[in-house]
């Protein structure tokens, strides 16, 4: 994944010079520039950069200005400080503020582009995956309890996004000019990603505050639901059909198959199983789906019952079929009963 550094000077024309004589690393990491430290805002609320690199003196916003908001709102991003009046006081200052790095003016190309690529490397200190679906991946990060900052790119759309791990739990995500939850929704609706990992979460708060299953479910139903009005704007409405029946609809009680599974169950554990209804209901299907995906990514076998506690009055018991049956059932339920009942 090649990432963005954003230099931040007034000199335009050493700005100029240094995107120019930086091109040659292209194949590592790419410049964008700013002219203060305001319309570096801008590029960070429009980007996902990997570095920043800034001088101090500034007019509009100087450099000291502009990593205090780093730090507050972009505490991933890495800041690397360059100025023309370098004191040992300066160099203290910056790197109390925050700052990883710091270079005097003059400098040689060679020496910033060693600097851009030692604080890129620590940043890829995790590995990166290529292709990968994020939503199993993601949840191996809750299951492992991993503590970590992850940046995505969706193939796509080349569009990019970062995650914030600690303990395996989910507590901000950035993408374009949106955080939280929404950004949240955007990347999990990415199917094949570049992630590259970074071992360190910075201390910023849960603006999240959920877990990661129902994220990804909500983000699934989302991107359905937008997909579905696109084939709804290219369909041409239907022309008007009369139906005409001979005899009326005969109204179908419960399937054979629902009748089995209670006979099943009434033998195997008696009347007090604990199921209160059996129904068949398809919109089940995407998440049976990402459990699929889920079980062949563990090499677990196909699912043949999934057992949902969504903390409500009822759990849920479903089995997967061309037409999926649930089973609403009692929280105190014989629940390992019932399952090895029905895996049968």
Known sequence: MVKNVLIVDDDQEMLLSLKNGLKKYADSFSVLIAKNG??????LKKNIVSLVVTDLKMPVMD???????IMENYPDIPVVIITGYSTPEMEKL????????????PFMLENLARKI??????????????SVSSGIFLQLMEMEQKTC??????????????????DGELLDARVDNLQGKSAAYKIFSWDKVTITIQNVCPKINNKIQSDLQPLILEATR?????????????????????IVRDTPIKETGPSD?????????????????????????????????HFTRV????????????????GETNDFIILPDKQTTVLSVHPKCPREKIVQVLKK
């Open 117 to 130: 690529m030692a604080t890129l490397r620590r940043e890829s200190e995790g590995g990166t995956l290529h």
């Open 63 to 69: 450099g000291f200005e502009l990593l205090e908001h």
């Open 149 to 166: 900052t992850i940046r995505l790119e969706d193939k796509n759309s080349g569009k990019k996004g970062v995650l914030f791990f600690r």
């Open 222 to 242: 989302l991107k359905d639901e937008a997909s579905q009005v696109k084939v709804d704007e290219t369909q041409e409405a239907p022309e008007p059909e009369m």
């Open 38 to 43: 305001r319309d570096a805002l801008e590029h």
């Open 94 to 105: 910056a790197l109390e503020g925050g700052a990883v790095g710091y270079i005097a003016k």
């Open 257 to 289: 198959f629902m009748n089995t599974i209670k006979q099943r169950l009434e033998k195997a554990i008696g009347p007090r199983h604990g199921v209160t209804g059996i129904y068949q209901d398809n919109s089940w299907n995407r998440l049976i789906e």
């Open 295 to 310: 079980g062949s990514f563990f090499k677990a076998g196909k699912l043949k019952v999934g057992y949902i506690d969504r």
